[in-house]
């Protein structure tokens, strides 16, 4: 099993500083409208709600705040000025050598090929770049991209992709804490749905139930 929890427990990771991608938020949003499961209301009790109560130290570029839509910027905003810091670039492009090279070399990654100004990518490229600048943990649920290019580019080698199938964990350690199973058949559902290819990629046991069980000596 591959896992940044090998290196970095569980309860050490939640107070390490870490960046949020928009993609926590749209979880199943191609099926919002047709699976009650996938609603926005339903994700924020399964795995967001725990996810904001749970990090302590957590930021957002601005970048990615701008793409987020009114019920996640809402929701957001509760946390922002307790756990939660909407970060920029600081005007570091074209000043800052180690920031540019990082910058650029991101872009040029061919996996990304993103072109300053362009609004593809924008978010998770500027996000990467202020991780990897700041030495932080990064998150995102759609990670296929980021984990890969954080594998291959030398400037990315210290920041840990902190990947779905960890943010259920961690929402099931939170539920558990207060004897609370309520939310047990939903996080396995979206475990087995939405962490297929992070399971096959890492080697992770199919279903969550295996995983908590092989994450014990994470936690």
Same mark, same amino acid.
């Given at each position: 099993?591959?896992?940044?929890?090998?290196?970095?427990?569980?309860?050490?990771?939640?107070? @390490?500083? !870490?960046?949020?991608?928009?993609?926590?938020?749209?979880?199943?949003?191609?099926?919002?409208?047709? /699976?009650?499961?996938?609603?926005?209301?339903?994700?924020?009790?399964?795995?967001?709600?725990?996810?904001?109560?749970?990090?302590? $130290?957590?930021?957002?570029?601005?970048?990615?705040?701008?793409?987020? $839509?009114? /019920?996640?910027?809402?929701?957001?905003?509760?946390?922002?000025?307790?756990? &939660?810091?909407? !970060?920029?670039?600081?005007?570091?492009?074209? *000043?800052?050598?180690?920031?540019?090279?990082?910058? #650029? #070399?991101?872009?040029?990654?061919?996996?990304?090929?993103?072109?300053?100004?362009?609004? @593809?990518?924008?978010?998770? !490229?500027?996000?990467?770049?202020?991780?990897?600048?700041?030495?932080?943990?990064?998150?995102?649920?759609?990670?296929?991209? &980021? /984990?890969?290019?954080?594998?291959?580019?030398?400037?990315?080698?210290? &920041?840990?992709?902190?990947?779905?199938?960890?943010?259920?964990?961690?929402?099931? !350690?939170?539920?558990?804490?207060?004897?609370?199973?309520?939310?047990? *058949?939903?996080?396995?559902?979206?475990?087995? *749905?939405?962490?297929?290819? &992070?399971?096959?990629?890492?080697?992770?046991?199919?279903?969550?139930?295996?995983?908590?069980?092989?994450?014990?000596?994470?936690?």
């Amino acid at each position: 099993m591959i896992t940044p929890l090998k290196k970095t427990a569980l309860h050490d990771l939640l107070n @390490k500083p !870490v960046l949020f991608d928009a993609n926590i938020f749209m979880v199943g949003i191609s099926e919002r409208l047709s /699976d009650k499961n996938c609603s926005f209301e339903n994700l924020i009790q399964l795995y967001i709600r725990p996810l904001f109560e749970s990090f302590t $130290d957590i930021y957002i570029h601005e970048e990615v705040y701008k793409e987020l $839509d009114n /019920d996640a910027r809402a929701f957001t905003d509760t946390y922002k000025g307790k756990n &939660v810091t909407i !970060v920029n670039e600081g005007g570091l492009y074209g *000043k800052d050598p180690q920031y540019t090279t990082i910058f #650029n #070399n991101i872009c040029n990654h061919e996996l990304i090929k993103y072109r300053r100004g362009s609004s @593809k990518d924008r978010g998770e !490229v500027y996000s990467l770049a202020y991780a990897a600048y700041h030495n932080m943990n990064y998150f995102c649920s759609k990670e296929i991209m &980021v /984990d890969i290019v954080a594998g291959e580019l030398r400037e990315l080698k210290d &920041v840990e992709i902190i990947t779905f199938d960890i943010i259920l964990l961690q929402a099931y !350690v939170f539920y558990a804490r207060q004897n609370d199973n309520s939310n047990s *058949k939903g996080l396995k559902s979206i475990y087995k *749905k939405y962490c297929a290819d &992070v399971i096959k990629r890492h080697r992770l046991p199919p279903t969550l139930g295996d995983y908590i069980k092989a994450s014990q000596d994470y936690l």
